[in-house]
Protein backbone atom coordinates (compact mmCIF):
# COMPACT_ATOMS: atom_id res chain seq x y z
CA UNK A 1 0.00 0.00 0.00
CA UNK A 2 2.89 2.75 0.84
CA UNK A 3 4.34 1.84 -2.57
CA UNK A 4 0.91 2.57 -4.23
CA UNK A 5 0.55 5.97 -1.84
CA UNK A 6 4.54 7.15 -3.02
CA UNK A 7 4.23 6.35 -6.44
CA UNK A 8 0.84 8.75 -6.56
CA UNK A 9 2.77 11.15 -4.51
CA UNK A 10 6.09 11.31 -7.41
CA UNK A 11 2.87 11.51 -10.38
CA UNK A 12 1.26 14.21 -8.62
CA UNK A 13 4.70 15.83 -8.00
CA UNK A 14 5.37 15.59 -11.96
CA UNK A 15 2.08 16.46 -13.07
CA UNK A 16 2.57 20.18 -10.83
CA UNK A 17 5.79 20.83 -12.47
CA UNK A 18 4.50 20.14 -15.76
CA UNK A 19 1.39 22.51 -15.06
CA UNK A 20 3.81 25.16 -13.72
CA UNK A 21 5.93 25.00 -16.95
CA UNK A 22 2.64 24.94 -19.09
CA UNK A 23 1.48 27.86 -16.83
CA UNK A 24 4.65 29.68 -17.50
CA UNK A 25 4.19 29.17 -21.53
CA UNK A 26 0.78 30.76 -21.52
CA UNK A 27 2.02 33.56 -19.23
CA UNK A 28 4.76 34.25 -22.15
CA UNK A 29 2.58 33.67 -25.09
CA UNK A 30 -0.01 35.93 -23.38
CA UNK A 31 2.89 38.93 -23.20
CA UNK A 32 3.88 38.08 -26.26
CA UNK A 33 0.30 38.45 -27.88
CA UNK A 34 -0.28 41.89 -25.85
CA UNK A 35 2.63 43.22 -27.56
CA UNK A 36 2.19 42.29 -31.10
CA UNK A 37 -1.62 43.74 -30.74
CA UNK A 38 -0.03 46.95 -29.86
CA UNK A 39 2.25 46.55 -32.53
CA UNK A 40 -0.58 46.09 -35.24
CA UNK A 41 -2.62 48.96 -33.56
CA UNK A 42 0.22 51.53 -33.83
CA UNK A 43 0.95 50.34 -37.53
CA UNK A 44 -2.67 50.40 -38.01
CA UNK A 45 -2.38 54.45 -36.47
CA UNK A 46 0.41 55.20 -38.98
CA UNK A 47 -0.90 53.46 -41.89
CA UNK A 48 -3.85 55.73 -41.29
CA UNK A 49 -2.04 59.09 -40.90
CA UNK A 50 0.13 58.00 -44.00
CA UNK A 51 -2.56 57.40 -46.29
CA UNK A 52 -3.50 60.92 -48.25
CA UNK A 53 -6.64 62.50 -48.16
CA UNK A 54 -8.88 62.86 -51.19
CA UNK A 55 -9.77 66.39 -49.98
CA UNK A 56 -7.18 68.65 -51.49
CA UNK A 57 -5.61 71.96 -48.94
CA UNK A 58 -7.25 74.60 -49.14
CA UNK A 59 -4.49 76.55 -51.02
CA UNK A 60 -3.98 73.30 -53.97
CA UNK A 61 -7.10 73.80 -54.78
CA UNK A 62 -7.73 75.67 -58.26
CA UNK A 63 -10.28 78.45 -57.32
CA UNK A 64 -14.04 78.71 -58.38
CA UNK A 65 -14.88 79.41 -62.03
CA UNK A 66 -16.87 82.42 -60.98
CA UNK A 67 -13.65 83.97 -59.35
Given at each position: ???????????????????????????????????????????????????????????????PPHY
Amino acid sequence: MEDRVTELEIRLTHLEDTIDVLNKTIIKQHDAIDLLQLQVSLLEKKIKASQSSPVAHESEETPPPHY
